[in-house]
């Protein structure tokens, strides 16, 4: 369930209520005339179960009043109510399932900023998966995974691309380029230090890594699980299923794949650093594409429940 908190303009309050009223998902609805200094207007409250939530926003949208006034949605984690019960009855769908738009589009968009933290992580996970590609050590490797904050612009370009929003597609790649790149030439960088160190040699990449050596000899298989990956990744966002986008971020081989490349690069050979590189298009291609399929079947599948319910709800099915 969400709370909904709207700052209405006076001449636009009651078509908001109304809206918010006849709403079978909607409760604990409550009016606060004229309290609203910035901007000026009525302040209303209510609940929401996520299922209708996202036709709420589209109502209240199309009222104008994000123009004029505000809205703003919070989890609520905890309801003891039977009105809130009666709520979740009567709104169509389930709220497992529900989609709301809005909500992710706003949680992916965060993800494209190309701010001073994302760039950090990636170069460590990076180099962290540089050091376990070198040693073969799986270990390493899935915990590059999970550091790797590259899974958040790859959801906002498929939001993005599913909500035509250029400017957000733009940010995305952006932040997967400029990422990618400053993670690789960092972890060449690093490896050369190892290599001066004596920490580290050519010997231990050229030598046989049978638990690593997938990350550079990509197959029908790599696209499989880049497929699945970006189904399961998606779901896990739009579900708010955070245990699920872990399993995630440690299936898909987009962190080692630049690691894999950096290496090679940095000591020369290039056949491995070649393959290492389409693993890691394959599996960006991979996820982005699934993950856009995904939000399409989820958005005509909650569209066809709302005209469904609507139908239901209209005097002719009655």
């Keep these: 369930m969400l709370h909904l908190r709207v700052i209405a303009p006076a001449d636009r309050s009651a078509e908001v209520v109304d809206l918010l009223a006849a709403e079978a998902g909607v409760t604990h609805l409550a009016?606060?005339?004229g309290v609203a200094r910035q901007p000026r207007g009525d302040l209303i409250l209510c609940d929401v179960v996520r299922e209708s939530a996202d036709g709420v926003l589209r109502g209240l949208q199309q009222l104008g009043v994000e123009a004029s006034?505000?809205?703003?949605?919070?989890?609520?984690?905890?309801?003891?109510?039977?009105?809130?019960?009666?709520?979740?009855?009567?709104?169509?769908?389930?709220?497992?399932?529900?989609?709301?738009w809005d909500e992710i589009a706003a949680k992916t968009g965060e993800q494209t900023e190309l701010s001073g933290t994302y760039l950090?992580?990636?170069?460590?996970?990076?180099?962290?998966?540089?050091i376990g590609v070198l040693l073969d050590q799986p270990i390493l490797i899935v915990g590059a995974m999970v550091v790797g904050p590259?899974?958040?612009?790859?959801?906002?370009?498929?939001?993005?691309?599913?909500?035509?929003?250029?400017?957000?597609?733009?940010?995305?790649?952006?932040a997967l380029t400029v990422g990618f790149l400053a993670a690789m030439v960092a972890t060449v960088l690093s490896t050369w230090a190892l290599t001066a160190a004596g920490l580290v040699t050519e010997e231990m990449l050229r030598a046989d890594r049978p638990l690593t050596s997938f990350i550079w000899r990509p197959d029908a298989l790599s696209?499989?699980?880049?497929?699945?990956?970006?189904?399961?990744?998606?779901?896990?966002?739009?579900?708010?299923?955070?245990?699920?986008?872990?399993?995630?971020?440690?299936?898909?081989?987009?962190?080692?794949?630049?690691?894999?490349?950096?290496?090679?690069?940095?000591?020369?050979?290039?056949?491995?650093?070649?393959?290492?590189?389409?693993q890691l298009v394959i599996n960006v291609c991979a996820i982005v594409l699934a993950g856009l399929l995904t939000l399409l079947v989820q958005q005509a599948w909650w569209w066809d429940v709302a005209r469904r319910n609507r139908l239901a709800r209209s005097p002719a099915a009655g």
Excluded: H
């Design 31 to 33: 009016v606060l005339p």
């Design 69 to 100: 006034g505000g809205i703003s949605a919070d989890d609520v984690e905890l309801t003891i109510s039977a009105s809130a019960d009666r709520a979740a009855e009567k709104a169509p769908g389930s709220g497992a399932d529900a989609v709301v």
């Design 120 to 130: 950090v992580l990636i170069v460590v996970a990076t180099m962290i998966a540089g």
């Design 150 to 174: 590259e899974f958040g612009p790859l959801a906002a370009l498929c939001v993005a691309l599913l909500r035509r929003r250029l400017d957000v597609i733009g940010r995305s790649v952006q």
């Design 223 to 278: 696209w499989v699980v880049g497929l699945l990956a970006g189904v399961a990744g998606m779901l896990s966002l739009t579900s708010k299923k955070s245990g699920s986008l872990v399993g995630v971020l440690i299936s898909v081989t987009t962190v080692p794949a630049a690691a894999n490349v950096a290496v090679a690069a940095a000591y020369g050979v290039w056949d491995e650093a070649g393959g290492s590189a389409l």
